[in-house]
């Protein structure tokens, strides 16, 4: 899914990068994060490879339940959150180069959370299909119910992205002069 990156021409022949891949990049890790503090750790309904007892593409079963199932599982969601927290760096490093290169230009707060909204969403829906559903290698939460839970999370998904959008389309970007943007960044 190519995401649109908001490109903004500012005058004649010149082309201001926008907000929209690292506003994304940063949905992505703090969604996955989101999804790996509160479903992996603190609700524990899940790992990475919980579900490999019944996965489609004949994973080792790795139960939470034995300590050696608990350490690859752990090992695993650790690999998880390593993406998480480098999709978070990246997506900082291009908001970071995006912002200082485009002197004069402010983006307002309600762009950038419309595009990390959008880029949770994303994170949904690529982590919910692949894992959930293709590979098979855990669930939601697993048990009588789970295809459902894992329709409830492929929907928050879409119902992110929708939201996203729609609010990053409701923020402003403004092109101010030099002088004017020590002025409004203070405040003023």
Known sequence: MAVPDSTVTVGPGEATPGIGLPGTMLGVGLGGFVDGILLHQ????????????????????????????????????????TFTWLSVLIGLA???????????????SRALWGWILLGWGVFNLVEGVLDHHVLGIHHVRSGQY?????IGFLALGALLVAGGWLLQRS???????ASEVPARRAGV
């Open 42 to 81: 603190i609700l524990q309904w899940h790992h990475m490879l919980t579900s490999t007892d019944t996965d489609n593409i004949g994973v080792a079963t790795y139960p939470a339940d034995t300590v050696h199932g608990l350490e690859i599982n752990t090992v695993w969601d650790g690999l998880f959150h």
């Open 171 to 177: 923020g402003a970007s403004t092109r101010t002069t």
């Open 94 to 108: 291009i908001l970071y180069s995006r912002v200082t290169s485009s002197r004069g230009r402010l983006w307002g």
């Open 146 to 150: 789970q295809t459902w839970w894992d």
